[in-house]
């Protein structure tokens, strides 16, 4: 199998179609075609389904993108231990991120990355998730860390790459001390918190009731985690909050639930990907972030 045909694979699933992934690979829409027809031949599977609006991965398709991420990973992480033992990593790195992924997991190892890459300046800018992106146009931030829920636009933006980071499971809060029946029938019957439009949880709250099969009544509406985390102990309602969050550690009067059927939240690191970009010291943050990610324990905290 030619690594660099699953490069052009992988570009298609990036950016959701021939043509986008073309242009990000400076290159024409027929050489891309041509190359994962190559790669289908080769192998003797279909790898994309093609319809009028675009195309989509196959299961044999996803289980070599899966694999084309790794060899991308660990292509980043030669390169970034190559150039540190050859001239050591030096400059200044700007990683932008929102408020919680700055204090449940930026902050706790700040020390960490410090010490892995002392030629390094480390900046961290806070920003909401819909600044983010702009931040990393503008070059504001060299990397950006961003909830797929709220920065997916259904493809990756051009000129830019993402790498997985971390999946943090949401927790079901409650007030303290509660007795509710948590089976289906109970959790119908939960006074369950409105998230207001384009907050945080919005998606995730949405998708846990689907999964639940409840459509519980909704009185009181919160867009931030920090007026959740005032009003559940208030006995006001309960809803979901990401494992980091949980993490950090709740107010008295505050339950965690580990409930099945929750989801997860996906952490992303997004950076520029141009023919000079991401530079050394960009990649050796994200084989930190992603190693340090890869040792968080995030499973922990529910009740």
């Known amino acids: 199998m030619d690594p660099k045909r699953l490069s052009f694979l992988l570009a298609v699933a990036r950016y959701g179609s021939i043509l986008a992934a073309a242009d990000s690979l400076h290159l024409t829409a027929s050489a891309v075609s041509q190359q994962v027809s ?127 980071l971390l999946d943090e499971p949401w927790r079901l809060v409650v007030p303290r001390g509660s007795t509710f029946d948590l089976s289906g029938a109970g959790l119908e019957k939960l006074p369950w918190l409105g998230v207001a439009p384009g907050g945080a949880s919005e998606l995730p709250v949405e998708r846990a009731k689907a999964a639940l099969g409840i459509t519980p009544p909704v009185v009181h509406r919160y867009e931030d985690f920090q007026a959740a985390l005032a009003l559940v102990p208030g006995g006001l309602g309960v809803t979901l909050l990401p494992a980091l969050t949980v993490r950090l550690g709740v107010p008295e009067g505050l339950d965690v639930i580990d409930l099945p059927g929750l989801g997860s939240r996906h952490l992303t690191i997004r950076h520029r990907s141009t023919r000079r970009e991401p530079g050394a010291g960009t990649r050796a943050v994200v084989t930190e972030l992603v190693r340090a990610a890869g040792e968080l324990d995030v499973l922990g905290g529910g009740d």
Do not use: C, W, Y
Request: no cysteine; proline share 6%.
């Open 38 to 164: 190559r790669l289908e031949k080769e192998e003797g599977v279909e790898l994309l389904e093609r319809g009028p609006r675009g195309v989509g991965l196959t299961p044999a398709g996803r289980i070599l993108v899966e694999a084309a991420e790794n060899i991308e990973r660990e292509l980043a992480d030669a390169r970034s231990r190559l150039s540190e033992a050859q001239h050591g990593v030096t400059g200044r790195v700007v990683i932008g991120a929102f408020q919680t992924v700055v204090s449940g997991f930026l902050v706790p190892i700040l020390d960490h990355l410090h010490e892995a890459l002392p030629g390094l300046e480390l900046s961290i800018a806070d920003a909401t998730s819909a600044r983010l992106p702009r931040m990393l146009r503008t070059g504001e931030a060299d990397l950006i860390i961003v909830d797929r829920d709220l920065a997916d636009t259904g493809h990756t933006p051009a000129h830019t790459a993402d790498v997985p």
